[in-house]
């Protein structure tokens, strides 16, 4: 784990013929030092979701590659799927993971997206903390109408241009948007409830557009198979607002309104440092920190270690 | 962090000259792939632990090293200190930590005893998890009367010879206890008390020693600093008994007499799977497998890729 890791989470306009994917997933992973995390592909949407990690330049370049393939393999204009989409490699956002910022997540975004653009002529748009003009953080305004407003709209009306390239849409393969966002953290919160209702209220509780915490996105659900309610929550920052904070937040809340919570599940996966905050927090620890966790030292022993070795 | 890991913790009987420190572990760390996770000397107990981790070959042959250099640099015929002790290179536990079992550890602390001896002229004694007779599996009883009354009654007094090797103490270096053991996590629970007592007889509730948890070992004191009481606690399998478990019998006995718990203080490392099953347990997770932590997920990508490469 030790060195600079970042994560890109592409999504390509393609579900159900797997060849495609596939030839997608490992134009990616034939680069050096690039790890395929997941990969998940679904036929009602129509769409696949590669998920790599691995040092900044080299996932780019996997980015890139997958773009490539999928600029290739895809014809946008006989897709058809229920999920919204603006080209045949639909959104590529950069995560920082170890050792690196947000920051460096937005520098890799501009670097591929200029890539984009000029070796495959897809116009491209930045999104999210990659963006360039505040209406393009929040990826629904650039994806607004899809592929087929985009195509008329683009070079006529204001406000639709891409932020690198000519403002033509790629024939076939539409228009990328290249993103920066930090990881992500989807998992939901069951109530011992029917009730869909409590889970309304509890989320308008927690969730920053109607006066929560700040990096939490949330909706109330009912959980069919199990007929129990559900509060399914997006962190998008577990720094800012920890896991265990939201958590703690609900099971308050249920408690105000007669239920318990029955039990959490993850979505995807979960970085180590949350369940750490979560854990110093549960068990009053005053001196956690990264260095005190054994893994953490082993892989800085290793760093510190190939870095001796490179100086001598 | 992918591959087999393991981690030795040799203590020596040297907490002074910190020359012959640095020498001992130098040889340790001159070994590939091994890594200096700590490194403690200690003035009053005229003794130091250094603690490295890596493959268990390697680790096993630096452990060797380690115990080389101190036989050669430490004479026990001249040291003194607060500590209990047998020999210059005084207890070699191994401990496993990724994909390796403690039976693995049990294995490799019977070959580096063998090489002690063989090599070193140094007799053996196998302790706790490598133990070869039960009343070994107690580190105090081999270590009782140390160096100098082992010297005397090895070959005569029944029970006392050692498990590999002649019954005869090296002329300076004595003998080594070599053992394998689980890794044990150290750590302290303040009250909101200054009344030791009160910690006492929560200590006596959650030890293995008075009926308590199989995998506790505890007492009370008195935290001068701060004048709070507070129960110190050794946790030598976590897996069996979790932390989390601990904590809260330890916050339930608490309020049983009045008090709370101010804080938990770790001494040393923990491993983040600690605070994993911790995280679970307080947030309720239902599906919180090793899998799902993306650390992990990011070294069984490697090493996965790693293996293929080879197989190629």
Redesign the interface.
């Known amino acids: 784990?030790a060195g600079q890791?970042v994560e890109c989470v592409p999504n390509f306009s393609e579900g159900r013929d797997l060849a495609i994917v596939d030839a997608i997933a490992q134009a990616m992973?034939g680069v050096a030092e690039v790890?395929?995390?997941?990969r998940h592909s679904d036929r009602d949407h129509n769409r696949s979701v590669i998920t790599v990690?691995g040092p900044p330049a080299a996932v780019g370049e996997a980015a890139f590659r997958g773009v490539e393939r999928a600029v290739a393999l895809i014809d946008l204009t006989r897709h058809q799927g229920t999920h919204p989409r603006i080209g045949a490699a639909d959104v590529v956002p950069f995560v920082p993971?170890e050792e690196t910022t947000l920051e460096d997540c937005v520098r890799l975004a501009g670097e591929v997206g200029q890539r984009i653009w000029s070796e495959l002529r897809v116009p491209v748009y930045l999104y999210e903390a990659a963006a360039r003009r505040s209406d393009r953080t929040n990826l629904e305004n650039v994806r607004r109408g899809q592929f087929e407003a985009l195509t008329r709209e683009m070079g006529t009306v204001a406000g639709r241009n891409p932020d690198i390239g000519d403002p033509v849409c790629h024939p076939t393969a539409g228009a990328t948007a290249v993103g920066a966002r930090r990881?992500l953290i989807a998992y939901n919160i069951?109530l011992s409830t029917p009730d869909r209702s409590i889970a309304d209220k509890i989320a308008r509780t927690i969730r920053a557009s109607s006066g929560g915490f700040p990096c939490v996105k949330a909706m109330g659900m009912l959980l069919g198979s199990r007929n129990l309610a559900q509060v399914s929550i997006n962190l998008t920052d577990f720094e800012r607002t920890p896991?265990?904070v939201v958590?703690e937040a609900v099971k308050r809340e249920a408690a105000r309104h007669g239920v318990e919570?029955?039990?959490?599940?993850?979505v995807g996966?979960?970085?180590?440092k949350?369940?750490?905050m979560?854990?110093?927090y549960?068990?009053?620890?005053?001196?956690?920190r990264p260095e005190?966790?054994?893994?953490?030292?082993?892989?800085a022993?290793?760093a510190a270690?190939a870095a001796l070795e490179c100086a001598e």
């Open positions: 784990m890791l992973t790890a395929l995390l997941d990690a993971l990881f069951e896991l265990h958590f919570v029955v039990a959490s599940e993850i996966l979960i970085p180590g949350a369940l750490e979560a854990a110093g549960f068990l009053q620890f005053r001196n956690l005190s966790v054994l893994e953490r030292r082993i892989a022993a290793k270690a």
